[in-house]
T-cell receptor, first 113, second 114 residues
């Protein structure tokens, strides 16, 4: 039972354009969501998060949107840069669970010149 | 701060052998976690700990054991290695639970069981 789904295994975007990565979840108890970025042979690094009481959170070029009714979140990267090429994982958790996170399967983003 | 460190980086085991994957953090985090990542899959939680002396099972604990004698260290033990345990293992830590606080990950240990 995949509670967090990233249905696009890969995405290719031109440098300077917008990258949109999507994530769907099924567990309505999730009350916070995070995006992690992972380069080959490294551990995931935190990118941006959003609480369920918000519908948008911005940090520089990165914006996460949350649509609770649709159980959907998305990560927007504008403008995309070659250094953004990595695997992006969506993760979800809920308060009171020792910060246990449920991860999606990841989307590999390639930003081309 | 070194953050979260893991050793070894890579290991080949024969079926039935045992080994311990080491994890240490120097951020004084109470919460620590072990995940495995199989190819094309997300990270699956194996075990976690909310403080020294306290551990609990995650989603995929079978074939593994953990201990947490200090705040800093959280080793993962494989007793009888099986090919199904071929994976990349990540250790992580976080400061406080349920607040959206991010987890900080180590660089991973790649394990191959033949």
């Amino acid at each position: 039972d995949q509670q967090v789904k990233q249905n696009s295994p890969s995405l290719s975007v031109q440098e300077g354009r917008i990258s949109i990565l999507n994530c769907d979840y099924t567990n309505s108890m999730f009350d916070y969501f995070l995006w992690y970025k992972k380069y080959p042979a490294e551990g995931p690094t935190f990118l941006i998060s959003i609480s369920s009481i918000k519908d948008k959170n911005e940090d520089g070029r990165f914006t996460v949107f949350l649509n609770k009714s649709a159980k959907h979140l998305s990560l927007h990267i504008v403008p995309s840069q070659p250094g953004d090429s990595a695997v992006y994982f969506c993760a979800a958790g809920y308060t009171g669970t020792a910060s246990k996170l449920t991860f999606g399967t990841g989307t590999r983003l390639q930003v081309t010149l | 701060n070194a953050g979260v460190t893991q050793t070894p980086k890579f290991r080949i085991l024969k079926i039935g052998q045992s080994m311990t994957l080491q994890c240490a953090q120097d951020m004084n985090h109470n919460y620590m976690y072990w995940y495995r990542q199989d190819p094309g899959m997300g990270l699956k939680l194996i075990y976690y700990s909310v403080g020294a002396g306290i551990t609990d099972k995650g989603e995929v604990p079978n074939g593994y054991n953990v201990s947490r004698s200090t705040t800093e260290d959280f080793p993962l033990r494989l007793e009888l290695a099986a090919p199904s345990q071929t994976s990349v293992y990540f250790c992580a830590s976080s400061y406080k639970p349920g607040s959206g606080e991010t987890q900080y990950f180590g660089p991973g240990t790649r394990l191959l069981v033949l």
